[in-house]
T-cell receptor
């Protein structure tokens, strides 16, 4: 079946530190992979995505590379800011069969950045 | 263009009461989804719809019903609320199964 595992939080960093949030997946087909971000009191927003192996998604200084050989999609940012404090969700969408575009989410990783 | 809106934002129910959560989108999207978010559980799909007049069960459908009478609206009903339904509920919409999902701001429901 389809599932996503991401690193447990919370993650606490100082401003300008390097960020990595690990995400690995299991899928029956050839999934698309996503990172969503949820700021306090808000709904989820798409941060970046990758639709095939070796694709790199990037947005707002965040990057993630779709690694089929390690079934991973780790989120990275070279220098975090206080405004990056949020919950980050890794997700996959497997269009094979009758999944109809549903997203399978990881449990979320809380990131707190201190000035 | 409001995107995806949800009403109400907060609600407290007593066990056994009923209520309906409304989701509306103004992007002409075909697909709509209801998720619940619980601490440490990520988001789990309750029900979804691939077009007006159609609905289907997701991962955790028990205790919920849905309707999609109009393309822009997707209603989630709780006929007899239980404390286990205390959660944050998110609605999302998508132009198709390959499209990005757009999320509403959520409804925080507490069942006492």
């Amino acid at each position: 079946g389809n599932s996503v595992t991401q690193m447990e939080g919370p993650v606490t960093l100082s401003e300008e530190a390097f960020l990595t949030i690990n995400c690995t997946y299991t899928a029956t087909g050839y999934p698309s992979l996503f990172w969503y971000v949820q700021y306090p009191g808000e709904g989820l927003q798409l941060l970046l995505k990758a639709t095939k192996a070796d694709d790199k998604g990037s947005n707002k200084g965040f990057e993630a590379t779709y690694r089929k050989e390690t079934t991973s999609f780790h989120l990275e940012k070279g220098s975090v800011q206080v405004s990056d404090s949020a919950v980050y969700f890794c997700a996959l969408s497997d269009l094979r069969g009758s999944t109809l575009g549903r997203l399978y989410f990881g449990r979320g990783t809380q990131l707190t950045v201190w000035p | 263009n409001a995107g995806v809106t949800q009403t109400p934002k907060f609600r407290v129910l007593k066990t056994g009461q009923s209520m309906t959560l409304l989701c509306a989108q103004d992007m002409n999207h075909e697909y709509m989804y209801w998720y619940r978010q619980d601490p440490g559980m990520g988001l789990r799909l309750i029900h979804y719809s691939v077009g007006e007049g159609t609905t289907a069960k997701g991962e955790v459908p028990d205790g919920y019903n849905v309707s999609r009478l109009k393309k822009q609206n997707f209603l989630l009903g709780l006929e007899s609320a239980a404390p286990s339904q205390t959660s944050v509920y998110f609605c999302a919409s998508s132009p198709g199964r390959r499209g990005e999902q757009f999320f509403g701001p959520g409804t925080r429901l507490t069942v006492l």
